[in-house]
């Protein structure tokens, strides 16, 4: 069975800005979340979707947006980008409630 | 609200020494308890779980157990190898399906 599955791997974009990054979870599993790691504040939880309806949602401001499509697969988007946005985001999908979390290796995203 | 506290690192051991990183949650209700890895470049993995007062669980030679008497979820293995380099995240999930990980301890096991 495939594994969770991020695209792209690096991405170097300039403050100002916008980016998207991809997601496509494990077959079957219908909720995908994301979270933000930084050395500083370590993982920080973005949102996660559910059948193409986000569930829940951290506290990151407006510029941080998600989808999900009707294959559960995933879309992140940051607009406006700044410096601070600078981090791994990783995406993750599991069965339900309870249970596991699997991680895709992430998206490197460096902000000049 | 919920959280998760996990005993800072960096850990430096030697191979075959006996690793405890400590777990310490917060939550209301009966969370299910996990400990990921993740080594360099990769994402998180799940190492065990456990998703009741008691249960015990394990893999590759690690253990935690579930105390919901202290309100821990401490990790331990025997037995370390160089190969269990990497950082652990200790994590507790709530009813509502949300995850709240600890900072994360860095482990380095020197030959």
């Known amino acids: 069975k495939a594994g969770v599955t991020q695209t792209p791997r690096y991405l170097i974009k300039t403050r100002g800005q916008q980016v998207t990054l991809s997601c496509s979870p494990i077959?079957?599993?219908?909720?995908v979340s994301w979270y933000q790691q930084t050395p500083g504040q370590g993982l920080q939880f973005l949102f996660e979707y559910f059948s193409e309806t986000q569930r829940n949602k951290g506290n990151f401001p407006g510029r941080f947006s998600g989808r999900q499509f009707s294959n559960s697969r995933s879309e992140m988007n940051v607009s406006t980008l700044e410096l601070g946005d600078s981090a791994l985001y990783l995406c993750?999908?599991?069965?339900?409630?309870?249970?596991?979390?699997?991680f895709g290796n992430g998206t490197r995203l460096t902000v000049t | 609200g919920n959280s998760v506290t996990q005993m800072e690192g960096p850990v430096t051991l030697s191979e075959e020494a006996f690793l405890t990183i400590n777990c310490t949650y917060t939550a209301t209700g009966y969370p299910s308890l996990f400990w990921y890895v993740q080594y360099p470049g990769e994402g998180l993995q799940l190492l065990l779980k456990a998703t009741k007062a008691d249960d015990k669980g394990s893999n590759k030679g690690f253990e935690a157990t579930y105390r919901k008497e202290t309100t821990s979820f401490h990790l331990e293995k025997g037995s370390v190898q160089v190969s269990d380099s990497a950082v652990y995240f200790c994590a507790l999930s709530d009813p509502g399906n949300q995850f709240y990980f600890g900072t994360g301890t860095s482990l380095t096991v020197i030959p």
């Open positions: 077959s079957g599993h219908r909720s």
């Open positions: 993750a999908s599991s069965v339900g409630q309870g249970e596991p979390l699997h």
